[in-house]
């Protein structure tokens, strides 16, 4: 009971900042895969902004807010891809 109300506050948070990043951002994509479809086994926000160089502090507030791990991810042309988990 325990690991299924750690989960579902996990993907509150998650769902919370992307709705977050899709309204105050240049996002271009955003996705929360479920636990067991990614690398890192738990509750993740990928996201795609656009046109950045580096990831601004909006971004960082919001993952901060909810209480997010910045996880290192590669920029690929005017793209700034961010990951974060629970």
Same mark, same amino acid.
Request: glycine share 4%; charged share 25%.
């Given at each position: 009971?325990?690991?299924?109300?750690?989960?579902? $506050?996990?993907?509150? !948070? &998650?769902?919370?900042?992307? !709705?977050?990043?899709? #309204?105050? &951002?240049?996002?271009?994509? @955003?996705? /929360? %895969? /479920? +636990? !067991?479809?990614?690398?890192?086994?738990?509750?993740?926000?990928?996201? /795609?902004?656009?046109?950045? #160089?580096?990831? +601004? %502090?909006? @971004?960082? !507030? #919001?993952?901060?807010?909810?209480?997010?791990?910045?996880? %290192?991810? +590669?920029?690929?042309? $005017?793209?700034?891809?961010?990951?974060?988990? /629970?």
């Amino acid at each position: 009971m325990l690991r299924r109300k750690l989960s579902s $506050e996990g993907r509150w !948070r &998650v769902r919370r900042a992307a !709705r977050a990043l899709w #309204e105050t &951002v240049l996002t271009v994509a @955003v996705n /929360v %895969p /479920v +636990p !067991r479809a990614n690398q890192y086994d738990t509750w993740t926000l990928d996201t /795609v902004l656009r046109d950045t #160089e580096g990831i +601004p %502090p909006e @971004v960082l !507030r #919001e993952l901060a807010l909810v209480g997010l791990t910045l996880q %290192p991810t +590669p920029s690929q042309a $005017e793209y700034q891809h961010v990951a974060a988990t /629970v």
